[in-house]
């Protein structure tokens, strides 16, 4: 098993490139694939060649303009994978060089290229504090989404109810939504979004983005703190407390923890410092052997 | 001792201490802080987020202040000064010393003027807690005002000075200024050099060396070059026994001048203007020009020689006295008449006056043939004729002069048992070689560069052991005497141990045995011969028994050989009273001088004073050019000089040394400041799947 460090991926411009590299090998993607047949959903007419089935020739066609073509269709896909990623203000920290946001587009890029090659329909959401993009599910859109994610920046305040709200009713088809994000909400609040899709059928994943300094407030001297999104400052000594600030964080997410079980959804957390692949496939054998075991 | 500071206001840069702390304050007043993902957690903490501001690294600050305390003390100049001198705690914040050049060349074109009114201005101009000091010179500084804040006595010293006759000589002065800088003070010390800025007044061997931390202001007073010619040198060629006439060159410098023509030159004699005529272009472009003069067969002649027309009043003077050469007598052995062509040879070489030998064979020496002769010279032989010896005696006591040269013939056995003519008793021949050593000062040998003789190996030599009175002229290598002097009477006999001949020594063959020899002839015939000319410079001793000697004056050479006193009146009429064995005077100005003799029925002896050539030589400089040669040449601001050594006071060079340990202070602080980042990095940090 190879782990690619964060920060030799930063250096991947090509996200597609990115997600081939944290992907293949992987054994178990988000979900079993079961091919059931081939797909009604027709793609497009191709010249007939010695060896193709005379069966798909369109005759209509032929008629029309006396060649033979036949018809291609899309291949059959068995579920819809929705990545709603964090835009939010909060998201573009790194105290290294990998920011959460980048990390969370490595992960949905990563999601996106897997959910693709099991033949999945691919979708992307971005929010902060209302829904910005917005990729429908299709078993065509993996490009897409990857050039959509290169220009995704963060810019404003999150939130996430009304963005939840909105997905909600886009979404059709039960779809897998992996909601990727630094979870700096109410857990409560968290909860109510999470229900509400839940509520809908979708199967929900959270992954909750952190960076290294905040998992361990590794800060030293007296300095002035300000908050990426409200641009509030406070003046704290770090050494001082460091105790109370891992207390609730921790806090934080077990409380996140908690609620993500109660309501039948994945929770996991990442650290921007740990390798991508690991921490991905991690979660991913974690979720089979959950999977068999339903 | 106690430490004073030079510049103490740097001390206003102490306040750079506080520098650091307000920026701290400033900056964390004006920051931006750091950026945090979020703060709904820490806003969570209900205890205090900061802690009280305290020092956190009190040797760190130490460090850094104790730093900047020593930067700013080491700019501030800080110096040790002897408690034992004045400790009056002077306000004055800065002292000048007003250094006026007064040499001749300030006569010119009003710079001497505009000199006047530079050095009036600055006084006036003076802040009243200033102080001022006033020098004057040319090759020597003289102070007319000590160090005051007295404007009115400033004024009264300047008003006395007046230009002079004497060269320029910039080292003196620049040496001589910081010492009237008082010893306590500690504010700014100027010295204002108000000048022509002559560029030969730095062309000399001494080095411009302005003692202590000084800070050099010029004033150039110079505008240009005088535009005239200049009659710089006038060179005594020689004189002609027949005519009784001395010829003269003149030395012209046409300088910038673009006459060619018409430039009258004027030759006067004890006041009568013996030659008036113009230069030829030719004269002018060779710059110089031929004259004669005929001196006065009775006394000493007063010769001045002038351009007619220009507007640099410069005249060139010397005295002359009726030439007569010196008469030597060279005492042959029979049948060798071209002995002693070594010294015949050197002999002939002399000029002004002449030496004319003639070789008698010493049986043939008579009365009459010693009343025409100065100087008798018997050079290695044989003399047994007691008769001849008896006459030399005579000849001697009576004032002559007696050379001898030692070598094969055993003639001075005779002479020693007749007479004491010898200087020394002289024995056999020594074993072993030699060279000439040591030459002692003695006016025979002035004018000889010992090294001249000193190589010369001498291979045999006699033994020579002088009297009590007799005086050692020179010395071989191991000690023994090789020239001796005896006086007898009113004459001089000398002797040499060794001969002048190949089988002897090599003596003859140095360039310095010619001059050796026309001197010993002229030192020993200087008591009965008139001799040419003298021309003394302003600012150079004139030795008055050379000078009389030289112009043959029995009256003034009699009373300074009875050390009696002789006056000497200046051209301005001031009477400086010289006595005592070796006379020796400073002339001051340029002119001509009278020497008399009191008691003595005798006419005033005159002396001839020019001033300095280098002081005609006008070439400038600019004041900048000045001050970048003398900071090139001088070793401005160090501490070691022997004019603060002697104040017991030293400007130091500690300041460097405090900038070294400012550095070291740096350094350590870096070091230790690097070392506190490092630990505080040193952290494990926490695994967020932990978490």
């Known amino acids: 098993m190879r782990f690619v460090d964060p920060q030799v991926l930063a250096r991947i411009d090509n996200l597609d490139l990115l997600a081939r590299r944290v992907v293949d090998g992987f054994i178990s993607g988000l979900h079993h694939t079961v091919h059931l047949g081939v797909s009604t959903d027709f793609a497009e007419h191709r010249a007939y060649t010695a060896g193709d089935d005379v069966r798909r020739l369109d005759w209509r066609v032929y008629a029309r303009t006396d060649r033979l073509y036949v018809k291609t269709f899309e291949a059959q896909t068995n579920a819809d994978v929705v990545s709603v990623i964090d835009i939010s203000r909060s998201m573009d920290f790194a105290s290294a060089s990998v920011s959460k946001l980048d990390y969370a587009k490595f992960l949905a890029a990563s999601l996106t290229h897997l959910g693709a090659r099991q033949r999945d329909r691919v979708a992307l959401a971005t929010f902060d504090d209302d829904l910005r993009d917005w990729i429908p599910p299709s078993a065509r859109h993996r490009n897409t989404i990857l050039r959509s994610l290169e220009r995704v920046s963060a810019s404003a305040v999150g939130e996430i109810e009304l963005p939840m709200e909105r997905l909600a009713s886009l979404l059709n088809r039960r779809s897998i939504v992996v909601l990727i994000s630094d979870c700096y909400t109410a857990p409560e609040r968290l909860g109510n979004s999470l229900g509400l899709l839940a509520a809908a059928g979708h199967d929900l994943i959270v992954m909750q983005i952190l960076d290294p300094l905040e998992l361990d407030f590794e800060m030293h001297g007296e300095d002035v703190l300000e908050d990426l999104e409200s641009g509030e400052r406070l003046s704290v000594d770090p050494d001082a407390i460091r105790a109370q600030y891992l207390q609730l964080i921790r806090g934080h997410t077990r409380a996140l923890e908690t609620i993500c079980s109660e309501r039948r959804v994945d929770y996991a957390c990442f650290n921007t410092a740990l390798p991508l692949d690991h921490a991905l496939s991690r979660y991913l054998s974690q979720r089979a052997r959950l999977a068999r075991r339903r | ?691």
């Open chain 2, 1 to 691: 001792m106690s430490l004073g500071f030079l510049n103490p206001l740097f001390f206003a840069g102490i306040t750079v201490l506080a520098v650091p702390v307000l920026i701290h304050l400033v900056a964390q007043r004006e920051s931006r802080g750091k950026a945090f993902p979020s703060l709904m957690f820490v806003r969570r903490i209900p205890i205090k987020r900061t802690r009280r501001r305290t020092l956190r690294d009190p040797l760190l600050l130490g460090l850094r202040s104790l730093a900047l305390t020593l930067l700013v003390v080491s700019f501030a100049s800080p110096y040790w000064h002897n408690d034992n001198t004045p400790t009056v705690n002077t306000p004055t914040a800065r002292q000048t010393v007003i250094a006026l050049d007064r040499s001749y060349s300030m006569r010119f074109d009003g710079r001497w003027e505009r000199a006047l009114a530079t050095a009036r201005r600055e006084i006036e101009d003076m802040p009243v807690s200033a102080r001022a000091a006033l020098v004057i010179f040319d090759n020597v500084p003289h102070t007319v005002a000590a160090m005051s804040g007295d404007k009115s006595h400033l004024r009264q010293a300047l008003n006395r000075v007046n230009a002079g006759y004497g060269s320029t000589d910039y080292a003196r002065v620049l040496a001589h200024a910081p010492q009237l800088f008082e010893s306590h003070f500690t504010g700014d010390r100027n010295v204002l050099l108000i000048s022509d800025l002559q560029l030969s007044g730095l062309q000399r061997n001494r080095t411009p060396r302005l003692a202590g931390p000084v800070k050099l202001e010029v004033e150039n007073v110079a505008r240009a070059a005088p535009s005239d010619l200049l009659l710089t040198h006038v060179q005594v060629l020689g004189n002609d026994v027949e005519s009784a006439r001395v010829n003269l060159m003149a030395n012209i410098d046409i300088g910038q001048s673009d006459a060619r023509s018409k430039e009258r030159l004027s030759v006067r004699v004890d006041d009568h203007v013996a030659e008036l005529r113009e230069l030829s272009e030719s004269e002018i472009s060779a710059g110089s020009a031929a004259l004669s003069v005929v001196p006065a067969s009775d006394r000493v002649s007063r010769v001045e020689i002038s351009l007619d027309r220009q507007d640099v009043a410069h005249s060139y003077r010397l005295t002359l006295a009726q030439v007569e050469p010196i008469k030597a007598t060279l005492l042959t052995t029979e049948g060798t008449p071209h002995s002693a062509i070594y010294l015949q040879q050197a002999l002939a070489l002399a000029s002004r006056p002449k030496i004319v030998v003639q070789m008698v064979a010493s049986a043939a020496l008579n009365d009459a043939t010693l009343e025409h002769t100065d100087v008798v010279i018997i050079d290695d032989v044989a003399l047994n004729d007691s008769g001849v010896i008896a006459r030399i005696d005579r000849f001697v006591n009576a004032g002559g002069g007696l050379l001898t040269i030692a070598g094969d013939h055993p003639l001075v056995g005779a002479l020693l048992l007749a007479t004491s003519l010898m200087p020394g008793e002289l024995g056999g021949e020594l074993a072993s070689a030699a060279r000439l050593t040591e030459l002692n000062p003695h006016p025979v040998l002035a004018t000889l560069r010992s090294e001249q003789l000193r190589n010369a190996p001498v291979w045999r030599r006699r033994a020579l052991r002088p009297g009590s009175e007799d005086v050692v002229l020179a010395r071989y290598s191991d000690g023994a005497v090789a020239l001796a002097e005896r006086r007898l009477g009113s004459g001089t006999s000398i002797l040499l141990s060794t001969a002048v001949s190949n089988r002897w020594s090599a003596l003859a063959l140095e360039p310095g045995f010619a001059p050796l020899a026309i001197a010993l002839v002229r030192h020993l015939a200087k008591r009965r011969s008139g001799a040419g000319a003298s021309a003394a410079t302003v600012g150079v001793t004139v030795d008055l028994e050379q000078h009389a000697a030289l112009l043959g004056t029995e009256a003034l050479l009699n009373q300074l050989a009875r050390g009696g006193v002789v006056l000497i009146e200046s051209p301005d009429g001031a009477i400086t009273k010289v006595s005592g064995s070796h006379p020796a005077f400073l002339p001051s100005e340029a002119g001509f001088y009278r020497l008399h003799t009191p008691g003595v029925a005798a006419t005033p002896v005159p002396l001839a004073v020019n001033v300095d050539p280098r002081e005609l030589q006008f070439e400038t400089l600019s004041a900048a050019q000045f001050i970048g040669r003398v900071s090139r040449d001088a070793q401005i601001g160090t501490a070691s000089s022997l004019e603060d050594a002697k104040r017991n006071t030293f400007t130091s060079t500690q300041w460097w040394y405090l900038l070294f340990v400012v550095t070291a202070l740096l350094l350590i602080e870096g070091l230790y400041a690097v070392r506190l980042m490092r630990t505080g990095k040193a952290t494990p940090k926490a695994d967020p799947q932990a978490a």
